[in-house]
């Protein structure tokens, strides 16, 4: 994401809106294991990048790559021990897995400071731990 984007993604969600999402159906945060696995509302379209990498704990959040991700609706927990989720369309990962999902950042901390969270991405609250980190929105 170039700059002017970022800065006014970051702007859009520091007023509580954010950018790219028509609103479906409800979004949630599902406790599994002590982990929180955030799951956005069913959405109208999204972003085009690809995130992803070796699932993770990223504060506190379930993530990839050193992100915390919002995972696309309809995405469920499998099992709490090792924490498993099924990410509609893409398959069943457990952590440690290679995970790849196509959508995009909605927040990147970079040397500007982004004010402090929570946040409120796709119908779901990121918890103010979960915001220390990069915020990727997975469709």
Do not use: K
Request: a negative charge; charged letters at 15%.
């Amino acid at each position: 994401m170039n700059l002017s984007r970022r800065r006014t993604a970051q702007a859009l969600l520091a007023s509580g809106a954010v950018p790219f999402l028509v609103a479906c159906g409800g979004g949630e945060a599902i406790s599994a294991g002590g982990v929180t696995v955030l799951v956005s509302e069913q959405t109208g379209f999204g972003m085009d990048a690809l995130g992803g990498g070796r699932l993770e704990v990223v504060g506190g959040c379930l993530g990839a790559g050193g992100s915390v991700i919002v995972w696309p609706h309809g995405t469920e927990v499998v099992d709490e021990a090792p924490l498993t989720i099924d990410v509609p369309g893409h398959g069943t990962y457990g952590l440690g897995d290679e995970v790849e999902v196509s959508g995009g950042f909605v927040l990147e901390h970079s040397s500007q400071d982004a004010p402090p969270g929570p946040y409120d991405v796709a119908g779901v609250t990121v918890p103010a731990g979960c915001a220390e980190h990069d915020i990727f929105l997975a469709r």
